[in-house]
């Protein structure tokens, strides 16, 4: 993620300069650009709504991650991330594995459901 764009850009940046020439060269470059930017800004908003996490918490992890254990922590940061949350709170957030496990949206066992029905 943090240099895959640019190792993308090349080919399509060198078939794009030998084809078309340099205005469909600074073309490719900004639509690659354009679409790893939003997926940079997308994601810590996508990771904080599913996992019920602040998104200036997710960037943080996905920072000292990379700093300290290289680009290989990006994989594992954010659900390390929450299972160290959930271990240093002592009480499990409402996530979207919880919701599942428990069987609904609201994250209210189905028997909890039904006697509210009666």
Request: charged fraction near 20%; include cysteine.
């Amino acid at each position: 993620p943090v240099v895959g764009w640019m190792i993308a850009c090349l080919p399509m940046g060198i078939v794009a300069l030998s084809e078309s020439g340099f205005k469909t060269l600074v073309q490719v470059l900004l639509m690659v650009i354009g679409v790893h930017g939003g997926l940079v800004l997308a994601l810590p908003a996508f990771a904080s709504a599913k996992l019920k996490l602040h998104p200036l918490a997710v960037l943080v992890a996905l920072y000292l991650s990379e700093h300290f254990v290289g680009v290989q922590g990006l994989f594992l940061v954010i659900p390390v991330t929450v299972l160290a949350l959930n271990l240093l709170v002592g009480e499990e957030k409402e996530t979207l594995v919880s919701n599942e496990k428990r069987g609904g949206e609201g994250g209210e066992n189905k028997e909890v459901q039904d006697d509210k029905k009666d």
